[in-house]
């Protein structure tokens, strides 16, 4: 008998009423340890040292990340949006990185959810151990399709010939092409079309693969973005709302944009501040263009970082009303709104 049960997973854009979410949790986060020329490529410089086996995020920031996702949780349930949260890991003990940056490892296209082949060996175990409960409750709530990555069980090719690559022929990026890797930040969702970039921790394998899991009628594009740093394209791209996209104007451009067919009535807005890099507490893993790493409710609802005042304000001339949350010390390890969520469920999902 066909089942009726409503999906647990349903969302393909960024900007549709939000139903269900999927929140990080930040205890035991650790530095992630790879190879020096990849945490060169991504990472800012002053914090390079630290990216070291066994190295502990401060004890303080985490317990004041993990306070600041609480509170997260709490509005998106007065909101009525259903949370899910991950297990608690113990990153330190298993040679991880963290369980609240949920984006970077899954992303939902309709009803299919897909877990990304991640580059990074820290990251190998992420979606089994934090978000491996989820997935199995999500199953059993309704008829959906889960896409596991396939699990590198010894050593990785990914970095092999690279490290000591002369950085001077290609754009050459951190990784090479010998499997598929992609990290699932690095797309973002415009209805059947998945706009992403390549970068260090997403090669042309990795895409071709994700062409591969999305659900029939989806198609993946890449963006051109100038960007030797790459990793995740939520601070180069955000749509706000639908046909409202605002982008970093120093990664890519209008006419870049204007490539991709699905945003050519768009308003494309170059955001028109310099963000200021803050250092208490320190962005240890991410650029100060994390201001525009926020996360859509709804059309009219845009979550932001509560010292992101300029971003907030800037807002406001669309007809969108800034909810300012404190996030600082989860910026501090690695991301944003944007970042630290998954989107499951939302209202409208193109036909
Ligand atoms: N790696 C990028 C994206 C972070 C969400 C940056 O630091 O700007």
Known sequence: MPSTALPSVQADNEWSQLRAVIVGRAANSCFPSEPPHMIKATMPEQYHEKFQPKSRFPQDVLHKADAELDQLVNVLAQEGIKVYRPNNVDWYEVGGYT???PRDGLVAVGNTIIEAPFSWRSRRCEVDLAYGNILAELAKEG?????????????????????????????????????????????????????????????????????????????VEMLEVDDPHAMHIDATILPLKRGLLVYNPLRTSETALRR???????????????????????????????????????????????????????????????????????????????????????????V
Request: glycine letters at 6%; a negative charge; charged letters at 25%.
């Open 143 to 219: 008829p959906l399709t889960i896409v596991r990555a396939p699990k590198i069980l010894d050593a990785d090719t990914i970095y092999n010939g690279i490290e000591n690559h002369e950085k001077e022929k290609e754009p050459v990026w951190a990784i090479n092409n010998s499997r598929p890797a992609f990290d699932a930040a690095d797309f973002m969702r415009f209805g059947k079309v998945l706009i992403g970039q390549y970068s260090n921790v997403t090669n042309h394998k990795g895409v071709e693969y994700l062409r591969a899991c999305v659900p029939d009628g989806y198609t």
């Open 99 to 101: 369980g609240s940056m």
């Open 260 to 350: 991709h067919s699905v945003l050519q009535d768009w308003d494309l807005r170059a955001y028109p501040f310099v963000p200021k890099m803050r250092d208490d507490p320190p962005l240890f893993m991410t650029s100060e263009w994390l201001c525009m790493n926020v996360l859509s409710i709804s059309e009219s609802k845009v979550i932001v970082e509560e010292k992101d005042v300029e971003f907030a304000e800037w807002v406001k001339q669309f007809g969108i009303q800034p909810i300012p949350l404190p996030l600082q010390h989860v910026n501090s390890i690695g991301g944003s709104f944007h970042c630290a969520t998954v989107d499951l469920v939302r209202h409208d999902v193109s």
